[in-house]
C-alpha cells in the first residue's frame, strides 16, 4: 500500500472517530436532558420530542462552529507560519545584532596597549 493511500485511510479513520464521539456526545447529552425516567420501554410522544429538538440544535449549531472554522482556519494557519518564520529569524537576526554591535565597539574603542603596571608592596 502507497504512503499516500495510508495517509487517507488514517484521515478517514480519524473523521469517523471524530464522528462517532460528537455523535455519542450529543446522544448521551440528549438522552440526559429528556428522558427523565427509565420506567417504560418506548419513549412517550413528548420524550420523543425533546430528543427531536435537543438534536436538531446540536446538529445545528455543529453545522455553524464549523462552517467557522472553516472560514477562520486560513487565516489561523497563516498566522502560525508567519509566528513560525519570525520564530526561525529571531536568532539570526539576533547573531547579526550581536556582530554588529561587537563589530561597533571594536570600531568605537580600539584596543590599546598598556605598559604592565608593577604592584608594590605595602
Known sequence: MEPQQQQQQQQQLRNLR????VYNRM????FQRCVPSLHYRALDAEEEACLHSCAGKLIH????LMAAYVQLMPALVQRRIADYEAASAVPDKEARIQNVSEAHLQHSYPLRKVAPVSVLPL
Open 61 to 64: 449549531s455543529n453545522h455553524r
Open 27 to 30: 446522544t448521551e447529552l440528549c
Open 18 to 21: 471524530d464522528f462517532l464521539l
